[in-house]
């Protein structure tokens, strides 16, 4: 079976802190990504990567940025964390661009920005 | 801009209930459609991918269905239990970057 795991299930962080999210997929994915989810809003791309060093923004990329220096880990980081930053933390992993394969996600990380 | 819509956003029916699940989508050049269960606090779990080229796939009590000349996707849930009671999502796959578009869901409450 696939396994995405992330580092934390809770969090709670300052305003101004760095925050590191990661995430490890251990099936030798190429593409890894990372969305926030929110009520109302629902899953909304962050970055996403498809191989080693190599990454993209999504959506909402604006206060973030990643790190992929090992194709089984992808991070997130929060240069200095603010109240709209809290939120749900999702990270998903899949083989690659084949529209064959599915999406695999982890448990999240559930981020409150104090 | 490919835009996914999920009705009724919450849904509740007595166990032993079948039922249906909608998403439609506006640009139907998808490469597929992909089904999942969201439990509270949790993170999604994967239940049926339909690649575009088929029109459904099954798993147990699930079957799903897609019409990409429509847009539109149902997910069947045959004979409901209490334990399939969550946030039920579908995600398309589509556009130039193969970008993944959730719709935001629809809540269900299987009553014993």
């Known amino acids: 079976d696939v396994k995405v795991t992330q580092s934390s299930r809770y969090l709670v962080k300052r305003t101004g802190e760095k925050v590191f999210l990661e995430c490890v997929q251990d099936m030798d994915h190429e593409n890894m990504f990372w969305y926030r989810q929110d009520p109302g809003l629902g899953l909304r791309l962050i970055y996403f990567?498809?191989?080693?060093?190599?990454?993209e923004k999504g959506d909402i990329p604006e206060g973030y940025s990643v790190s992929r220096e090992k194709k089984e880990r992808f991070s997130l980081i929060l240069e200095s964390a603010s109240t709209n930053q809290t939120s749900m933390y999702l990270c998903a992993s899949r083989p690659s661009w084949d529209g064959r394969y599915e999406q695999y996600f982890g448990p999240g990380t559930r981020l409150t920005v104090t | 801009k490919q835009e996914v819509t999920q009705i009724p956003a919450a849904l509740s029916v007595p166990e032993g209930e079948n039922l249906v699940l909608n998403c439609s989508f506006t640009d139907s050049a998808i490469y597929n459609l992909q089904w999942f269960r969201q439990d509270p606090g949790k993170g999604l779990t994967s239940l049926l991918l339909?690649?575009?080229?088929?029109r459904e796939q099954t798993s147990g009590r699930l079957n799903a269905s897609l019409d990409k000349s429509s847009g539109r996707s149902t997910l069947y849930i045959a004979a409901s239990q209490p334990g399939d009671s969550a946030t039920y999502l579908c995600?398309?796959?589509?556009?130039?970057?193969?970008?993944?578009?959730f719709g935001t869901g629809t809540k269900l409450q299987v009553i014993p």
């Open positions: 995600a398309v796959l589509s556009g130039g970057y193969q970008k993944v578009t």
């Open positions: 339909i690649q575009s080229s088929q």
């Open positions: 990567s498809y191989d080693v060093k190599m990454k």
